[in-house]
């Protein structure tokens, strides 16, 4: 009956009766086709570029157009320097800008602002104007939402070659289903990488890559040139060699709460160092907290949280990871708000967080960076069991309307995994749809 249900909410008639009502379908959101360069189209730029802007916007291969405001030309995205500004009158080039360019940009489009980390400044009213972004990118989301536009922001120490790979990231199809959301980027030496495979040579470890995300972001490295080791419960063993075997991976089927774990993981390196890392196991066992069951609420301390501390500590000891590894953990949005019935996964996704951002300072000095991807609603066989309008009501809690898929996922995971994203250590970034719940 649900089913049934579903389909006729989504038929041609059902979708007539909705906007009769005033509830409009979403935008579909573009999505990545794999091919270089990431963004196809010449940007809308707000303003002439500065020379070390021009300087990254050459080495990402973005071209450009500047902004005019009567111009009929509609484009993919639009892109604004706010490093420059030190008053709150340089504010005031927000609305400019944006009024116009807004109107000139297709449905799913993306947006990037640039501005100063403001811890960065010294001088306070730079320091607030640079916060200011930070509000004016979360609303502008959720107005431009409505057309599936993503705006995100994205803080430096300096426009250098730091952020040309973020920019890129975020201005492409790439990006799909990240919005309102800021990424702080550190100033690293730039490392030049192959936008086609860039991560070509690298060995990567994803943990529960049997199905659902953990088989996209397997595959999505695969696609990005990495070789892949997938790891899953020894119950999961054939769906597991499904999945790897197409990218001609390496599949090892153990429990990654087991003393066994780290010697399984060990014997598939062959003697080989990690690249990339992705802790993306993880379990839910719901019950409010007075009903939940003692092994409810460690299985999912032990998998979620645990596990990944455990495995990532083993494999640097022993120098299992290479000098410029990336730690990728899945941490959630239902997690980081929190969500009744769910203390143990919030409590275990919370602390994966906490796990990013001390692990990152700890490697501040080191070429090794760990960052998260808190995801929201995704589109999986486990979401496919909910109710049907507990599911609608999932997905169109964010400023898209929609639920994202285990690609956009992996996509997110695909640029922390980067060789040049030397400069994103620490991070927790939402792919959510901009959710408008703990977000």
């Known amino acids: 009956m649900s089913k049934l249900f579903e389909n006729l909410f989504y038929s041609k008639v059902g979708q007539s009766l ?4 005033g509830v409009k379908p979403p935008v579909e959101l573009k999505r990545f086709d794999g091919q270089a360069p990431w963004v196809k189209s010449p940007i809308l730029l707000a303003q002439p570029p500065s020379s070390p802007l021009q300087d990254v916007l050459e080495q990402a291969d973005i071209r450009f157009t500047l902004f005019q405001a009567d111009q009929e030309l509609r484009h993919d995205g639009a ?10 009158e340089d504010l005031t080039a927000l609305k400019t800008f944006f009024a116009g360019a ?3 940009l297709n449905a799913s489009s993306h947006v ?3 501005g100063l980390n403001p811890d960065s400044c010294d001088d306070i009213e730079q320091a607030s104007v640079m916060e200011a972004l930070n509000g004016f990118t979360r609303s502008l989301a ?15 120490e300096a426009v250098d070659a730091a952020i040309a790979t973020p920019m890129n990231f975020l201005l492409s199809h790439r990006g799909a289903y990240i919005s309102g959301q800021p990424l702080y980027v550190k100033q690293a030496k730039g490392t030049s990488q192959d936008w086609q495979a860039p991560l070509a040579g690298q060995l990567a470890l994803v943990t529960g890559a049997a199905q659902g995300i953990g088989a996209s972001i397997a595959r999505n490295l695969s696609e990005q040139g990495a070789t892949v080791i997938g790891l899953d419960i020894p119950a999961a063993k054939e769906a597991l060699a499904a999945t790897l075997a197409p990218l001609k991976g390496i599949a090892v089927a153990t429990d990654i709460t087991s003393e066994q774990a780290i010697d399984d993981i060990t014997a598939a390196l062959a003697g080989k160092t990690l690249d990339i890392l992705v802790h993306n196991a ?10 939940m069951p003692e092994h ?6 032990n998998i979620n949280l645990a596990a990944p501390i455990n495995i990532t500590g083993a494999l640097d000891q022993q120098n299992h990871l290479s000098e410029n590894a990336r730690v990728i953990c899945i941490s959630s949005i239902s997690g980081l708000a929190g969500n009744v019935g769910q203390t143990n996964y919030s409590a275990s996704k919370s602390g994966v967080a906490g796990f990013v951002r001390q692990q990152a300072k700890l490697w501040a000095d080191t070429g090794k960076t760990i960052n998260a991807i808190a995801p929201g609603f995704i589109e999986t066989q486990m979401t496919d069991q909910i109710p049907f309008m507990t599911r609608e009501l999932g997905r169109r809690m964010n400023s898209l309307s929609q639920g994202g898929k285990p690609e956009d996922v992996a996509q997110g995971v695909a640029l922390f995994a980067q060789p040049a994203s030397q400069g ?16």
């Open 18 to 21: 909705l906007s009769a009502l």
């Open 424 to 439: 994103l250590n620490g991070q927790v970034l939402r792919v959510c749809g901009q959710s408008l719940i703990g977000a």
């Open 142 to 156: 959720k107005e431009l939402g409505r057309k599936a536009i993503m705006v995100n922001l994205i803080y430096c």
């Open 102 to 104: 807004s109107q000139q």
């Open 112 to 114: 990037v602002i640039l």
């Open 282 to 291: 993880g379990v839910t066992r719901d019950k409010t907290l007075a009903r």
């Open 296 to 301: 409810f609420w460690d299985m999912a301390i």
């Open 79 to 88: 892109l604004l320097d706010a490093t420059r500004f030190k008053t709150t």
